[in-house]
T-cell receptor, first 125, second 111 residues
C-alpha cells in the first residue's frame, strides 16, 4: 500500500530554533507539494517540485523557509529561525503530472490527484 | 489567481442527502477536485471533474459546470463517518498539478 510518509509527526520547539520536516513521496510520483494548514488560513500551498526541480515557491516566506529535493525519494522543508506564527500542520503531497520523467519516458496520468502524507504538527513556543 | 467559495458548515441527519456547492473564479482552469478531511487527518481524494457533467462514485457524486464556475459534491445515504470537512480545489491551467483549495465545508451528520 503506497503512501506518502512524513517525519516527524509532531514537533514542539522554541522560537528561533531551526525546524526540518521530511517527506518521502510515493515511489514513481514526479511532483511533490508542501502545504501548510491553519484554522485561519486553511490549506495553503507553500512550494512544489516537478522532477525534483522547484516550480513555484511563491507561497513561502523566503527569508526563513526553504524547500529542497535532494533526491527523488526525499523532500525537505526547513524553517530557520522559527516563529510562533509558523505553528501549523505541514502536509506533503505527491502526484503524477504528465510529461517526460527521467527513466520513465512520457507519462500521461488519467487523473491528477495528489496523495497527502499524515502531516507534521508544528508548535513554536 | 483563484477565488473559491464554499459554505462553512452544513448539518444533516443520518441517511439523508447533502449537497455542498463550490463556486470559483479563475484565471485558468484545468480540473476541479473534491477532498475529504477528517479532524486531525490528512485530506483524501474523493473526485475529479474536468469536463461538464456528473461523475458518480458510489454514494458520492460530483458535478461541474465550467461556464458557470460551479461544482457540487453530493453525499447520499449519509453515515456518521461522513462527518468531516470537504475541500473544493481548482487546478491551474497546464498539467503541473498545482491546486488552490477552498476553506472547506464542515459537514456534521447527526443521528
Amino acid at each position: 500500500d503506497a503512501r506518502v510518509t512524513q517525519t516527524p509527526r509532531h514537533k514542539v520547539t522554541e522560537m528561533g530554533q531551526e525546524v526540518t520536516m521530511r517527506c518521502q513521496p510515493i515511489l514513481g510520483h514526479n511532483t511533490v507539494f508542501w502545504y501548510r494548514q491553519t484554522m485561519m488560513q486553511g490549506l495553503e500551498l507553500l512550494a512544489y517540485f516537478r522532477n525534483r526541480a522547484p516550480l513555484d515557491d511563491s507561497g513561502m516566506p523566503k527569508d526563513r523557509f526553504s524547500a529542497e529535493m535532494p533526491d527523488a525519494t526525499l523532500a525537505t522543508l526547513k524553517i530557520q529561525p522559527s516563529e510562533p506564527r509558523d505553528s501549523a500542520v505541514y502536509f506533503c503531497a505527491s502526484g503524477l503530472s504528465s510529461g517526460r520523467v527521467p527513466g520513465q519516458g512520457t507519462i500521461t496520468p488519467t487523473s491528477y490527484e495528489q496523495y497527502f502524507g499524515p502531516g507534521t504538527r508544528l508548535t513554536v513556543t | 489567481g483563484q477565488n473559491i467559495d464554499q459554505p462553512t458548515e452544513m448539518t444533516a441527519t443520518e441517511g439523508a442527502i447533502v449537497q455542498i456547492n463550490c463556486t470559483y473564479q479563475t484565471s485558468g482552469f484545468n480540473g476541479l477536485f473534491w477532498y475529504q478531511q477528517h479532524a486531525g487527518e490528512a485530506p483524501t481524494f474523493l473526485s475529479y471533474n474536468v469536463l461538464d457533467g456528473l461523475e458518480e462514485k458510489g454514494r458520492f457524486s460530483s458535478f461541474l459546470s465550467r461556464s458557470k464556475g460551479y461544482s457540487y459534491l453530493l453525499l447520499k445515504e449519509l453515515q456518521m463517518k461522513d462527518s468531516a470537512s470537504y475541500l473544493c480545489a481548482v487546478r491551474d491551467s497546464g498539467s503541473w498539478g498545482k491546486l488552490q483549495f477552498g476553506a472547506g465545508t464542515q459537514v456534521v451528520v447527526t443521528p
